[in-house]
């Protein structure tokens, strides 16, 4: 794994992901997301989790987000809709003096951590046939919950769509 | 030499990225694309500790992540349609009326 590549996915990622929160216009967030979310596929297939690097930007850059941007554009949006007057002051004064310690406590934790150097795995680690040959023995049951749940929730889109508001 | 460690620590960094955007911001949209940053950041660490003990077993729990996060946006993007058709707002604070 390449020190280099891997730093500079991580601060992609974090820095993208920094940008996402602050914006003010919703498709500027969503845009990085984007950004965030393809860095973090590099960053998987850094970690030889091909399958998964490749289902990051299919499903969740391509997909998810697209379907989001889609929603934010379909909405038409007004300036003042935007614009909602946050201060910048308050709310976030309040989530960083709750996130900034638990932050440094989750890095303490993890500092404390043996030192785990990666250890070597074959050339099929991650790919297709494993990780699905994995999903149909192992992991059958809950593949079958997963796909039961996506039945839900279009049943329930279908059904929240077709109400209307009087 | 990059350890578990260092990728453990950028998706702690992703994590709190998303909940500080869930707590301070108030546009619906950001609250959402928040809660979808803290979901990559406990991928990015399955994936990590999947690496780490060369087993898959956290590559196939990323991958249900992966579809129940799918499931969840497609949900969740019908109720911002129907609350903003409602009320004319992104802002998560005009829907307070179950406020105690």
Redesign the interface.
């Known amino acids: ?1 390449s ?1 280099l590549l ?1 730093y500079f996915l ?1 601060a992609l ?2 820095a993208s ?2 940008v ?2 602050t ?1 003010r216009h ?1 498709l500027s ?2 845009l990085s ?1 984007v950004l ?2 393809i860095a ?1 596929a590099g ?2 297939g850094l ?3 091909r ?2 690097a490749i ?2 930007i299919l ?2 850059a391509g ?2 987000m697209a ?2 941007i889609f ?2 554009m ?2 038409n ?1 007004r300036t003042q ?2 614009d ?1 007057g ?1 201060p910048i002051g308050g ?2 004064a ?3 003096a ?3 310690p ?2 440094a406590l ?2 303490w934790a ?2 404390r ?1 043996p ?5 070597a ?1 074959g050339p099929e ?2 790919g297709i046939q ?2 699905g040959l ?2 149909y023995t ?2 059958a049951f ?2 079958e919950a ?1 796909s039961l ?2 039945l ?3 049943v ?2 279908v059904v ?2 077709k ?1 209307r ?1 009087t | 030499m990059i350890g578990m460690q260092d990728v453990l620590i950028v998706a702690a960094a992703l994590f709190f990225t998303g909940v500080v955007g869930f707590l301070s911001r108030k546009n619906l949209f950001i609250v959402f694309m928040s809660i979808e940053l803290m979901l990559n950041a406990v991928n990015l660490t399955f994936i990590t500790v999947a690496r780490g003990l060369g087993q898959v077993d956290g590559q196939v729990v990323t991958f249900m992540v992966i579809a129940v996060a799918a499931a969840e946006i497609a949900i969740g993007l019908a109720l911002v349609i129907l609350l903003f058709k409602h009320r004319e707002t992104l802002n998560v604070d005009a829907y307070q009326v179950m406020k105690g």
């Open positions: 794994m020190p891997f991580a990622a974090v992901g920094l996402t929160i914006r919703p967030a969503a997301l965030c979310f973090l960053i998987y970690l030889a989790a399958l998964m289902l990051q499903v969740y997909a998810i379907l989001v929603v934010i379909l909405l949006v809709d935007i909602l946050e709310n976030v309040g989530a960083l709750l996130c900034l638990l932050f989750v890095v993890i500092k951590m030192p785990h150097p990666f250890p795995v680690f991650g494993e990780v994995m999903l192992r992991y809950p593949f997963v749940l996506l839900a929730a279009l329930g889109v929240l769509a109400r508001f």
